[in-house]
């Protein structure tokens, strides 16, 4: 018996539709509705239908285009309630996100027959990670069939944390030996070498977020022993030179801060087997006046070059928090506005 069966289709008048879901799980029912129904009232409001239940029925009443995009969107949260993930507020807007997404804006299909969505998921012993918005669908699924990605775009939307977590599947699953992470280190300049400790202990607090992506997806007891081990490698790009970067993954975060030479530099150390991350916000660089963003550069150099593929998100897919989204749109309502008047933004 599927998740959830349709029992009525649309009836009434051609554009209205009514809709029966019926669970074969109480308590996951109970769970998909959310604590006093808070998650049908989110569903309700982003979609603009009706949501009745009735023990671990549901009804559904709306536009037949609403209805329809609301039983998908039930659909797929309690397929992730049956392979024993939770459901939080974050996971109903992204559910809507790719429901409400037309098929042809997709790169690849994203609903399987019986119009279930089958959205892209990161899976590893600890979690299962599903994308939460069309474009972290296209990452994601970029991410599975290429060897060099970059993912562009504001922050909270998830490019970080979906790479490592991407990473980490590949080590657990032997398909790479290491995961290599880098990241410019551009406040410290050249006063790196003059900060306390080992070299892990100076980069540390510039690839915190590569770490809380990592503990996420990994027992923190098997992430401390494959730093020690050097299975997880913490690289400063500057300490790049001259390697070959062989049966890795190898993700490069804030790569709007990396120069021209620095950025090709980094691309050249790909090896075989292996598998290259690039994220980054050209919109924020903290390099120097005058000083050339090697991501920028390399976007455009690398535009069309085979095997190569550029996955850009924006506002609509920060997935952070709300208001996480409306502050992205207000700064690039600004910046418009200061370009417009000829000023900096």
């Known amino acids: 018996m599927s998740a959830a069966e349709l029992k009525n289709l649309p009836s009434g ?27 049908l ?14 023990g671990n029925q ?48 997709l790169t690849l299909p994203t609903l399987e027959r019986k119009g279930k969505m089958a959205a892209a998921q990161i899976s590893t012993r600890k979690r299962t ?20 990605v970059f993912g562009i775009g504001p922050a909270g939307t998830g490019k970080t944390y979906l790479a490592v977590a991407h990473a980490a599947m590949l080590l657990e699953r032997g398909m790479v030996e290491r995961i290599i992470l880098s990241r410019p280190a551009v406040e410290a300049g050249e006063r790196l070498g003059f900060l306390p400790g080992d070299m892990k202990e100076k980069v540390d ?19 401390e022993r494959a730093i020690a081990a050097e299975v997880i490698e913490i690289a400063p790009l500057a300490f790049m030179r001259g390697r070959t970067l062989a049966h890795s993954a190898v993700i490069l975060d804030e790569a709007q801060n990396t120069t ?19 994220t980054g916000d050209p919109t924020q660089i903290d390099l120097p006046p005058n000083t050339k963003s090697g991501l920028v550069e390399a976007l455009r150099i690398l535009d069309g070059v085979p095997g190569a593929v550029t ?4 506002d609509t897919d920060v997935v ?22 000829g000023t900096e933004g």
């Open 58 to 105: 549901l009804t559904i009443k709306g536009s037949a285009t609403a209805a329809e995009q609301a039983r998908r969107a039930l659909d797929h949260l309690y397929a992730i309630l049956q392979k024993g993930g939770e459901v939080a507020q974050s996971d109903v807007d992204g559910a809507v996100r790719i429901s409400v997404a037309p098929d042809d804006q």
């Open 205 to 223: 607090p510039y690839l915190r977020p590569l770490y809380d992506a990592l503990y996420d997806m990994m027992p923190a007891d098997k992430v």
């Open 260 to 278: 021209s030479m620095q950025m090709k530099m980094f691309l050249t150390r790909l090896g075989e087997n292996s598998r290259m991350i690039i």
């Open 13 to 39: 008048a051609s554009d209205m539709a009514h809709i029966v879901l019926t669970f074969d799980n109480n308590k996951l029912a109970s769970a998909l509705y959310g604590q006093f129904d808070e998650n």
């Open 320 to 341: 952070r928090h709300p208001l996480v989204a409306e502050i992205v749109r207000a700064y690039d309502r600004d910046g418009k506005v200061a370009r417009g008047l």
């Open 311 to 314: 996955v850009r998100f924006n």
């Open 129 to 148: 990670i599903y994308a939460r918005s069309l474009n972290q669908d296209a990452y994601m699924r970029a991410l599975e069939r290429s060897e060099l």
């Open 41 to 54: 009232a989110r569903l309700e409001q982003k979609l603009g239908v009706d949501i009745r239940s009735r």
